[in-house]
């Protein structure tokens, strides 16, 4: 299994992104599909999760209203748009597959990682 995140870059505060996460060697629609990300000096955090259909689509407290999940399973991607950023998204953010179809919030539910991509916001 090879999840290939992209998208990350040098933006400043208010800009936006879009995060792209490829995957390959899995059944793409078998899989719950998450962000997280973690700061300098922080744990890991919960960003997003969107479950196999795009039925089912959590977000962290800190990113709901600014940040969109969502997937194109013919593509076999996942997709995390990010509006009106702040320099507290600044982190390395990495795509994760869960293979348990819940929309779990937690990190250790996701059994497959990618290599991350740094989103750096200045203010």
């Known amino acids: 299994v090879q999840l290939q995140a992209s998208g990350g870059g040098l933006v400043q505060a208010g800009d936006s992104l879009r995060l792209s996460c490829a995957a390959s060697r899995l059944t793409f629609t078998s899989y719950t599909m998450g962000w997280f990300r973690r700061a300098p000096g922080k744990e890991r955090e919960f960003v997003s999760t969107i479950t196999w259909n795009s039925g089912i689509t959590y977000y962290a407290d800190s990113v709901k209203g600014r940040f969109t999940i969502s997937r194109d399973n013919a593509k076999n991607t996942v997709y995390l748009q990010m509006n009106s950023l702040k320099p507290e998204d600044t982190a390395v953010y990495y795509c994760?597959?869960?293979?348990?179809?819940?929309?779990?919030?937690?990190?250790?539910?996701?059994?497959?990682w990618g290599q991350g991509t740094q989103v750096t916001v200045s203010s």
């Open positions: 994760a597959a869960d293979l348990s179809r819940l929309a779990s919030m937690k990190a250790e539910t996701y059994y497959h």
